[in-house]
């Protein structure tokens, strides 16, 4: 397997999590027709990198475009949406897609994004070359979003975390755990993770979303999540960790009363919607103690952050609610 991009942490630098020098990794204008390319998914694929990248045009329509990279940092994304095939079901009416994830299980690439049906809902796809791709059944009825897949069957089941909504700019929003048998029909749904009270983790106390796939470490599921607050002036997205449970990942093990990344530099703080610091794909190296953090900001462009996949699970650890 390639090894993930990386920079080291930068010289007086004692973050947990540290940004990329050269951030960010993909422009607003990277293909002619958008108007934005963020919250997008990236995977290890064949002897480089593939991913799924949430590009709005210039009418702002959301459509996601599959890319693909050598080094994990600078990205062919095609100039044209990806046009979904029959997978499990016909019904494959979409409204728009968003905020992609992929993860590999078993023989192939399983792609979950925010899909348009009668409002959102987890629209779910599979493909083994990131050009052909078969569309299959919603997992949840409306309203629902951040549908993110476990790398692996959990008691033989396939699981997905998920963050039931609204129709709007949702003003809340808890992790939810789902089991599903054949990656069609989904139940035995559990809570993982409410927000918290304002005065414990102000940053968190609005709406919580699962992000990158969740990493399986020795001490459980290390799971990137986003918080936000509602301030004064709108949302404010920020990224945290928590672990959970091997086996049963409903249980939370440990959980970040602060952030570990929260909107700062410019691109964060400045684009189509301000202070977003949104993870949405993670490389990581057991091996080497690596992590890599895909991110959208400001929801306009895509940036990187790295951290020792140690530290963060200690970091977790020291500083849980």
């Not at 792609?111 to 569309?135: L, V």
């Not at 629902?144 to 699981?159: E, S």
């Not at 990656?183 to 993770?193: A, F, P």
Request: aromatic fraction near 14%.
């Amino acid at each position: 397997m390639k090894s993930i991009p990386w920079q080291d942490r930068p010289e007086g630098n004692k973050d947990v999590i540290w940004r990329y020098s050269k951030n960010p990794i993909i422009n607003r204008y990277d293909i002619p027709t958008s108007n934005s390319i963020f919250n997008s998914a990236v995977v290890h694929f064949g002897d480089g990198f593939a991913g799924v990248f949430r590009c709005d045009n210039k009418a702002v329509q959301m459509n996601i475009f599959a890319g693909f990279s050598k080094n994990g940092i600078d990205w062919n994304i095609n100039h044209k949406p990806i046009v979904m095939q029959h997978g499990n079901t016909k019904m494959i009416q979409s409204d728009y897609k968003y905020d992609p994830r992929v993860v590999f299980i078993e023989d192939r690439y399983w792609i979950t994004w925010c899909n348009g049906y009668n409002g959102p809902t987890i629209g779910i796809a599979y493909t083994f070359d990131f050009n052909e791709f078969f569309q299959c059944e919603n997992a949840f009825l409306p309203f629902n979003r951040n549908g993110v897949l476990f790398p692996q069957k959990i008691n033989g089941k396939y699981a997905m975390l998920s963050r039931p909504s609204d129709n709007g700019h949702t003003p809340f929003g808890d992790i939810y755990i789902s089991y599903s048998p054949d990656m069609k029909y989904w139940g035995e749904h559990r809570c993982v993770m409410k927000t918290t009270p304002l005065e414990l983790s102000a940053w968190q106390c609005t709406k919580i979303g699962a992000g990158p796939i969740p990493i399986l470490t020795n001490d459980g599921w290390l799971m990137i999540y986003h918080g936000v607050i509602n301030t004064c002036n709108g949302f404010r997205y920020a990224m945290g960790a928590a672990l959970l449970d091997t086996n049963q990942p409903h249980n939370v093990k440990f959980r970040t009363q602060p952030y570990l990344l929260g909107p700062a530099e410019t691109y964060e703080l400045t684009g189509d919607v301000p202070n977003v610091v949104f993870p949405c794909a993670a490389l990581h190296s057991i091996k080497e103690d690596k992590l890599a953090i895909y991110y959208g900001a400001a929801d306009t462009v895509v940036a990187m952050a790295f951290g020792k996949l140690s530290e963060v699970i200690q970091y977790t650890k020291d500083n849980s609610l």
